[in-house]
C-alpha cells in the first residue's frame, strides 16, 4: 500500500518555560521540599527535563495544615457563588495557556502533541468550568437540601493524563467546598506545578489547592495523614487496595478509580471501517496508557478474520514517533519502568501460544517505545486477556453469540468500560444492560466529557467523577 | 385448647429458598432478655455463608433483571404478609428485646413501613440518581444506577427486626441479592421473616439468612471474590475494622457502622441505597 510521506510537523516547544528545578506548591507559594529531589525526563529523548522537590511528610504535614486553614479562615466560609468565580478564572486560564500546557504535558509525558492538544486540556479546562457551575447550585444536585462539604481532600493522580485527572480531583472538590492536597505522579509532576501558577493568577487563596510532588512514599503520607478527611485515588488496582487498607478503620471517605480490561464487542452487523477506528481509538489512545482502554477485542466469529484485516492495514499507517509532531499517532511509552512491564506481558502472550502482530518500522533510538501490538488466537485464561497491560497491545477473542459474549466480557475482576459496534439498536440496548462496567460505549470509544459520570464496577474501583453523581464524592449529605 | 401442648419451631437457618440446619450441625441457645431458654437456633457456618454466596450470586440475574415495578411488588408483598404475622413478630421482638408489648408492636408496625417505603423506592432510584448527560459532542449520553451485586449484611445486634428490615429492604430495593448475618443474641425475628419472604413472591436466594455470630462469618465475606459489597451495621468497632481491610483485597464497596447503633425509626432517606448502587454512563452517536 502506499503511503504519502508526511513533512516533519513539530509543534515548538519555545511556548513553555521550564525551570530547572520546582519546590512544592504550599499555601499559595512554591517552598522547598525536604527530601531528595527527583528528576522528570521526557520519554521520548530521555532528556532530563527538570528536577522536582519531594515532599516528605512534615512537607506533606504543612500543606494538610496551610488546607486546614484554608477551609476553616476562607474557602470555606466563601460565599459559594464567588469560589464558583474562581473556577471560572482558573478554566479561562486554562483555555489562555492551552498551548503551554498542551506542549508541556507531550514533553512530560511523551503522549501525542495532537492528544494533549485536543483532548486532555480542553476537557481539563472544560472540567472546571463544568464545576464551577455547581459551587453555588449544591441544594439542586439531590443530596438533601444542605450538603455540606467534607475538609481536606487528599488526592493521588496518575501519570497518563497528569492534568486532565489534576481536573478531575481538584475541580469538584473545590466546587464543594472542600480544599485540596494533591499529589502528581513522580514521572509527569510538570503540568500541575503549571497548575500552580494558574492558581496564583487567578488569586485563589493560599492554601485552597496544595501542590505536594514526589513518590509513593509521599501519596502514602498524603492519604495517610489523620487530617485529611477524603481521600481519592487513581491508579492501579494493586495501590488501591492497599489505600482502601489504609483508610479502614479511620472516618476517612475514600473513592477509588482503578485499573480495568475493557471488552469492545464487534458484532457481524458492525460497519467494519468504523469499528476499526474505534478499536483503534481504543487501544492505542494515549499509548494505551489508559485505564478504560479497550484492550480484549470480542470480535463475532463469521467477521474475525476480516476485522483482524481491516485492523492491521489500518495499524500499518499509525504514525508512531516524536510524540511534538502534530501528525503522530502512538508517543512514547511514559518510563522505563513501564515499558519493562508491558514487554513481560507481551512476552507472555507469545509464551503462552498466542500469535503476536506488529507493523513493519522502525522505532527512535532514544525514549521508550513499544510498537502497537495485536495478539490473536487468545485464550480467556492467558495473561493478556486477563491483566491489564497499559500499553499498546490488544488482545483478540472470538465470540459466536450475544450470550458468549457478555460471558466473555464480564469474566473479569474489572469492570470499568467496555464497547460494542452492531447497527442494531435494540441488540446494543440489551447488550449494553447485561455489561458489568460503568461506562458503556456504543459505537464509539474512548469519549469523555464533565457532564457523564466516569467510573468502575468491581475491583475498578468505586466512586464516579463527573455530572452530578461525581459531587457525592465529596459532599456529606443529609439525605 | 389451654392445656394443649403447643408446637414448637425448629430455627433453622434460611439458605436459596430453603430452610436448612447448619452444615456444621451446630446450634447455640437463645434466651429471652431474662434469660429464660427460648430456642435453639442453627448456628452458621464458614461453608454455610459460601453457600449462601453461592445462591446470592445465582439469584442475582434474575433479581436485577427483573422490572422495577415487579420488584416493588415484590417488596410490597413481604409487607402483607409480615402485617399478618405481626402479633408473631410483636412476640419475638418483646421477648428478645426485653420490650413491653406496645413498644415492640411498634418497632413490628415500623419494620413493617420500611418495606413499604422501600417498595415504592424501587422504580423512583433511575429517575431520582440517573440522569441524560448534555456531552458536548454528538453522542446521546444517559446514566442509569444499577444494582451493586452480592451484598453482606451484617445485621444490627441490638434491633433485631426493625433494625434487620433497615439494612435488608434497600439492599433488595437496589436489585441487590443478600447474605445477612443476624443479630447474634436475638436471631429467631431474622427467621421468622425468612418465612415471610418465602412465602412473599421473592425468588430463593435474594435473601440469605444466617443466624450465628458475625465475628465467625464476617471475615470470610469480607474476604469472598463474589461478594461485591458489605455492610457493616452489625460489627463492633474492633471487627469492623478487620472486615474494611480485608473487603479491599477485592476492593468491595464497604458500608461502615456508626460507632452506636442508630435509631432505627428515624427517616432513612437514601444514604442505604446509594452504597449499593453504580452508575453506568452509557454513549451513543447521533447521527447518520
Known sequence: ?479 | MSDRLPVRKTYKLYLGGAFPRSESGRTYEVHDAKGHFVANAAWASRKDGRDAVVAARGAFAKWSGATAYNRGQVLYRVAEVMEGRAAQFTEEVAAGEGLSTGRARAAVDAAIDRWVWYAGWTDKLAAVLGSTNPVAGPYFGFSVPEPTGVVAVLAPQRSSLLGLVSVLAPVLAAGNTAVVVSSKERPLPAITLGEVLATSDVPGGVVNLLTGDAAEIGPWLAEHADVDAIDLAGAPAPLAMELERSAAGTVKRVLRAPADEPDWSADPGLSRLRPFLETKSVWHPIGV
Open chain 1, 1 to 479: 500500500m502506499t503511503m504519502f510521506e508526511y513533512a516533519p510537523a513539530p509543534e515548538s516547544r519555545s511556548i513553555v518555560d521550564i525551570r530547572p528545578s520546582y519546590g512544592l506548591f504550599v499555601d499559595g507559594e512554591f517552598t522547598d521540599g525536604t527530601g531528595t529531589p527527583l528528576k522528570t525526563v521526557n520519554p521520548a529523548t530521555e532528556e532530563v527535563l527538570s528536577e522536582v522537590a519531594v515532599g516528605t511528610d512534615a512537607d506533606v504535614d504543612r500543606a494538610v495544615r496551610a488546607a486546614r486553614r484554608a477551609f476553616v479562615k476562607t474557602w470555606g466560609p466563601m460565599r459559594p457563588a464567588d469560589r464558583g468565580k474562581y473556577l471560572f478564572r482558573i478554566a479561562r486560564l486554562l483555555q489562555e495557556r492551552a498551548r503551554e500546557f498542551a506542549v508541556l504535558e507531550t514533553l512530560d509525558n511523551g503522549k501525542p502533541i495532537r492528544e494533549s492538544r485536543d483532548v486532555d486540556v480542553p476537557l481539563a479546562a472544560a472540567h472546571f468550568f463544568y464545576h464551577a457551575g455547581w459551587a453555588d447550585k449544591l441544594e439542586h444536585a439531590g443530596l438533601g437540601p444542605a450538603p455540606r462539604p467534607l475538609g481536606v481532600a487528599g488526592q493521588v493522580i496518575p501519570w497518563n493524563f497528569p492534568l486532565l485527572m489534576l481536573a478531575w480531583k481538584v475541580a469538584p472538590a473545590l466546587a464543594t467546598g472542600n480544599t485540596v492536597v494533591l499529589k502528581p505522579a513522580e514521572t509527569t509532576p510538570l503540568t500541575a506545578l503549571l497548575f500552580a501558577e494558574v492558581c496564583q493568577q487567578a488569586d485563589l487563596p493560599p492554601g485552597v489547592v496544595n501542590i505536594v510532588t514526589g513518590a509513593g512514599e509521599t501519596g502514602r503520607a498524603v492519604i495517610s495523614h489523620p487530617d485529611v478527611d477524603k481521600v481519592a485515588f487513581t491508579g492501579s488496582t494493586e495501590v488501591g487496595r492497599s489505600i482502601a487498607r489504609a483508610v479502614a478503620g479511620t472516618e476517612k471517605r475514600l473513592t477509588l478509580e482503578l485499573g480495568g480490561k475493557a471488552a469492545n464487542i464487534v458484532f457481524d452487523d458492525a460497519p467494519v471501517d468504523q469499528a476499526v477506528e474505534g478499536i483503534v481509538r481504543g487501544i492505542f489512545f494515549n499509548q494505551g496508557h489508559v485505564c478504560c482502554a479497550g484492550s480484549r477485542l470480542l470480535v463475532q466469529e463469521s467477521v474475525h478474520d476480516d476485522v483482524v484485516a481491516a485492523l492491521q492495514r489500518r495499524i500499518g499507517t499509525l504514525r508512531v514517533g516524536d510524540p511534538m509532531d502534530k501528525n503522530t499517532d502512538l508517543g512514547a511509552i511514559n518510563s522505563h519502568a513501564q515499558l519493562e512491564r508491558i514487554r513481560e506481558l507481551a512476552a507472555y502472550g507469545e509464551t503462552e501460544g498466542a500469535t503476536c502482530w506488529q507493523p513493519e518500522g522502525d522505532l527512535p533510538d532514544r525514549g521508550f517505545w513499544f510498537k502497537p501490538t495485536v495478539f490473536t488466537d487468545v485464550s480467556p485464561a492467558h495473561r493478556i486477556a486477563r491483566d491489564e497491560v497499559f500499553g499498546p497491545v490488544l488482545s483478540v477473542m472470538t465470540f459466536r453469540t450475544p450470550d458468549e459474549a457478555v460471558a466473555k466480557a464480564n469474566n473479569t475482576t474489572y469492570g470499568l468500560s467496555a464497547g460494542i459496534w452492531s447497527e442494531k439498536g435494540s441488540r446494543i440496548l440489551q447488550v449494553t444492560d447485561q455489561l458489568r462496567a460503568g461506562v458503556v460505549w456504543a459505537n464509539t470509544f474512548n469519549e469523555f466529557d464533565p457532564t457523564s459520570p466516569f467510573g468502575g464496577y468491581k475491583q475498578s474501583g468505586y466512586g464516579r467523577e463527573g455530572g452530578r453523581q461525581g459531587l457525592a464524592a465529596y459532599l456529606r449529605s443529609d439525605s
